[in-house]
T-cell receptor
Framework: DAGVIQSPRHEVTEMGQEVTLRCKPI?????LFWYRQTMMRGLELLIY????????DSGMPEDRFSAKMPNASFSTLKIQPSEPRDSAVYFC???????????FGDGTRLSIL | GESVGLHLPTLSVQEGDNSIINCAYS??????FIWYKQESGKGPQFIID?????DKRQGQRVTVLLNKTVKHLSLQIAATQPGDSAVYFC??????????FGTGTRLLVSP
């Protein structure tokens, strides 16, 4: 079975540019989560969706960050404008209904110069 | 100023030994717990989970123990192998449909 698929795997861009990260959850999963992982702060939840609807975005750092889930098989996390402090590994995870484990993609390593 | 990263506790074991990784969780209302393994360059990988109505669950070479009295979770790995070297995270479901992750423990297995 295909797992969670993220793209790109690596992104290097200059500050001020728009960055779009993409995620395809596992088919049939109805919850999707975006995380950020850094050495300083560990693994932080940014936002999560249930049935394509954003439920909790309290972890989104600021207005420069936005996330969408237009359908059950696709989500994006956008940073505009990007800043060097946004450099991190961004993970997407999906989960079937209820108390089931989240399954993670392999992440996007983002470097903002 | 100088940045300070998370200092991950490290457990070093010999191949073939049993490993025990510990985790203290924060919320007495948490009802579901998961252990993840993260290898370099990869996302966290699900290992085993346990619900709060249980105190022990076994998988292949792994056992999770839950002590709700002291809010403690442990992961036991039997006959540890070099391929088990990774960072291990515990996570708790605090009841708001989202997981709170611990800071992680690095397991180093030497041959």
């Amino acid at each position: 079975d295909a797992g969670v698929i993220q793209s790109p795997r690596h992104e290097v861009t200059e500050m001020g540019q728009e960055v779009t990260l993409r995620c395809k959850p596992i088919s049939g999963h109805n919850s999707l989560f975006w995380y950020r992982q850094t050495m300083m702060r560990g693994l932080e939840l940014l936002i999560y969706f249930n049935n394509n609807v954003p439920i909790d975005d309290s972890g989104m750092p600021e207005d420069r960050f936005s996330a969408k889930m237009p359908n059950a098989s696709f989500s994006t996390l956008k940073i505009q404008p990007s800043e060097p402090r946004d450099s991190a590994v961004y993970f997407c995870a999906s989960r079937a209904a209820g108390n089931q484990p989240q399954h993670f993609g392999d992440g996007t390593r983002l470097s903002i110069l | 100023g100088e940045s300070v990263g998370l200092h991950l506790p490290t457990l070093s074991v010999q191949e073939g030994d049993n490993s025990i990784i510990n985790c203290a969780y924060s919320n007495s209302a948490s009802d579901y717990f998961i252990w993840y393994k993260q290898e370099s360059g990869k996302g966290p990988q699900f290992i085993i989970d346990i619900r709060s109505n249980m105190d022990k669950r076994q998988g292949q070479r792994v056992t999770v123990l839950l002590n709700k009295t002291v809010k403690h979770l442990s992961l036991q790995i039997a006959a540890t192998q070099p391929g088990d070297s990774a960072v291990y995270f515990c996570a708790e479901n605090t009841g708001f449909q989202k997981l709170v992750f611990g800071t992680g423990t690095r397991l180093l297995v030497s041959p």
